[in-house]
């Protein structure tokens, strides 16, 4: 039972060695073809009244549907923003806020408030 646990053991630091090396090598070959760059289209405040408590407001997490983001608070509701401009289209306001999750299923948004 020994010698098998050490075979597997053994078995595991070498392949763990050797898939260092491939790794290393893949990313020496591909690191100078590939640039990451992030740009910021618009940013909004979800909110329509400030938070001045320690409770956390950003529970769910934002649906995008076709041209609509869909985004809710824990503190006064839910909002719509045109995707390409990000003005608010709609809002609905909650009392209490929202919490976690939202889904769409057919022309209906179920959320948890």
Not at 28 to 47: C, D, H, L, M, Y
Not at 75 to 81: E, L, T
């Amino acid at each position: 039972m020994r010698s098998f646990s050490f075979f597997v053991f053994g078995s595991f630091i070498i392949g763990l060695l050797s898939g260092c090396s491939s790794f290393e090598t893949l990313l020496n070959r591909t690191s100078e073809k590939r640039e990451f760059q992030i740009r910021e289209v618009w940013a909004r405040q979800g909110p329509e009244k400030d938070n001045l408590a320690f409770r956390k407001i950003n529970r769910m997490t934002p649906l995008i549907l076709g041209n609509l983001v869909i985004e809710a608070n824990a503190i006064d509701g839910i909002v719509a923003y045109d995707r390409e401009t990000g003005s608010p289209l709609w809002r609905l306001n909650v009392l209490n806020g929202v919490e976690a999750g939202a889904a769409v299923i057919k022309d209906r948004l179920f959320f948890g408030a």
